[in-house]
C-alpha cells in the first residue's frame, strides 16, 4: 500500500509505524489502548479525541548527519556500521520552513568544512542537527551537534551568510557532546548568533525558547492540550494552583487567569529562571516558579496549600514523586501524559486517593502509536499531616 511518504513507501524511514491506516483508524485505536489500560478507573467522563493536521506538523526535528564533507547525508543514522545512513530532506510532518533550511544545510557543512561523523571510526565531527521552528513568532533555531570544539571559528565566520540565506533562523549554536555513544546532547551550548534564544508565543504569553529549553513537536496540538486543561481548572473553581515538572511554564501560563495564585515547580534552573521571566514580563504578579525536585516540596505543598495540583512528568511517570501526590491534600488534581502505560501504573497507585472524572486523548504526534492525555481527577480522601 502506498502512502502519502516516499521514505516509507521506499523503507528509507519506518518510524510512522501506522500510517498505512487511516487517519479515524489511527485515533480509534489509541482510544482503545488508552481506555484498555485505564480500565481500573471506570466510570469515567470519555471525551472525544482531539485530532491534529496530519502534514506539515512537527515544529521540531532532529537529525543525524553522516556521510562525507563532499557528499553529507542529513536524516537518519544507519541501523549498522555498514549503513552510512538514510537521507530525509522532504520529511512530510515537518513545518516546509525546516525542510527549506535542512536543503541549505549541505552548503553551509561544506563551507565550515565540518566533516560528517563516521560511527563506525568514531571520527568526523558534525554529528546531528536540531531545528525548532515557531509557527507564531516565525522564528527559528539550529543546533549543531559536534564532537569538539574544533571547527567553532569557521562556523562564526560563516555565519553570516547562513543567516542572510535563511532570514527566519535567529538563533544558531553548537553543542558539543564528545561521548560517541547515543547520547544526543552534551552539556556545553556555545551560540554564534546575538541572541541565545527565539521569541515563542503560546496563548497570551510570549517567552524567550532556548535551544536547551524543552518545548512540544508539534505547536497546534500543545495549545489545544494548554487550552483544556485552563478550562478544566476554571470549571473546578479552585484559587491556588501549582505544577509539577513545569519546565518553562506553558500550562500554568495558560491556567494563571483563573485562579488567585499559582506555583510551578521544575528541577532545571534554567527553565524557571526563564518562566519567572516571562511572568514578570507578563505582569503575571500571583505567577511563580521555583527550582525544586518535585519529590521534595512537601514543604512548600504544606505551606501553599494548592486547591488544585497538575503533574507534567517525563515519559518515566512520577516516580519518587507519588507518595508525595498520596499525601496532597489538593481536591482536583491534573495529569498531562506523553506514556500511556506509565500514566495507567502511577493512577492505580493512586486509586484510593483519587477518583478520576474525565479523560481526553491528544493526538501530538500522528501515523506513530504515541499520544498525550489529560485528565481530571478529585479527591477521594483528605491526607492528615
Known amino acids: 500500500m502506498k502512502t502519502f511518504c516516499s521514505y516509507y513507501n521506499q523503507g528509507v524511514c519506518t518510524s510512522c509505524s501506522q500510517i498505512k491506516q487511516s487517519y479515524t483508524e489511527q485515533l480509534n485505536s489509541k482510544v482503545d489502548k488508552l481506555t484498555k489500560l485505564l480500565s481500573f478507573a471506570e466510570p469515567y467522563e470519555l471525551l472525544n479525541p482531539v485530532g491534529s493536521t496530519t502534514t506539515g506538523f512537527r515544529n521540531k526535528a532532529k537529525f543525524s548527519i553522516t556521510g562525507a564533507l563532499e557528499l553529507p547525508i542529513i536524516g537518519l543514522t544507519g541501523e549498522n556500521e555498514l549503513d552510512q545512513g538514510r537521507e530525509i530532506k522532504n520529511c512530510p510532518l515537518h513545518h516546509p520552513a525546516i525542510n527549506q533550511l535542512v536543503h541549505g544545510l549541505p552548503a553551509f557543512i561544506q563551507q565550515t568544512k565540518l566533516i560528517p561523523y563516521q560511527i563506525k571510526f568514531k571520527q568526523g565531527e558534525l554529528k546531528g542537527a536540531i531545528i525548532y521552528f515557531s509557527s507564531e513568532s516565525q522564528q527559528m533555531y539550529l543546533r549543531l551537534i559536534l564532537r569538539s570544539k574544533e571547527g567553532l571559528d569557521r562556523i562564526r565566520k560563516h555565519t553570516p551568510i547562513l543567516l542572510n540565506q535563511f532570514p527566519l533562523l535567529k538563533c544558531l549554536s553548537a553543542n558539543i557532546q564528545p561521548i560517541p555513544h547515543a547520547i544526543l546532547e552534551g552539556e556545553e551550548e556555545i551560540f554564534f548568533t546575538p541572541n541565545n534564544f527565539i521569541q515563542h508565543k503560546i496563548g497570551e504569553a510570549t517567552m524567550t525558547l532556548h535551544p536547551q529549553g524543552f518545548v512540544q513537536t508539534n505547536q497546534e496540538m500543545a495549545e489545544k492540550l494548554y487550552t483544556t486543561a485552563a478550562e478544566w481548572v476554571r470549571d473546578t473553581r479552585t484559587q491556588t494552583f501549582m505544577e509539577l515538572f513545569s519546565g518553562q511554564g506553558a500550562f500554568s501560563f495558560f491556567i494563571q487567569k483563573y485562579v488567585k495564585q499559582a506555583v510551578g515547580v521544575e528541577i532545571n534552573p534554567e527553565a524557571v529562571m526563564r518562566a519567572n521571566q516571562t511572568a514578570q514580563e507578563m ?24 486547591e488544585l495540583m497538575l503533574v507534567n512528568p517525563p515519559r518515566r511517570g512520577l516516580g519518587q514523586a507519588l507518595e508525595l501526590m498520596k499525601k496532597t491534600n489538593a481536591q482536583y488534581f491534573i495529569y498531562s501524559s506523553c506514556n500511556a502505560e506509565t500514566l495507567a501504573n502511577d493512577l492505580f497507585a493512586l486509586k484510593d486517593h483519587f477518583q478520576v472524572i474525565k479523560i481526553q486523548l491528544f493526538d501530538m504526534f500522528p501515523h506513530t502509536k504515541h499520544f498525550e492525555t489529560l485528565v481530571l481527577l478529585k479527591a477521594t480522601i483528605a491526607y492528615k499531616n
Not at 287 to 293: A, G, K, N, R, V
Open 283 to 306: 505582569n503575571w504578579n500571583h505567577l511563580s516558579f521555583i527550582s525544586e525536585d518535585a519529590a521534595q516540596v512537601s514543604g512548600l505543598i504544606a505551606k501553599f496549600k494548592p
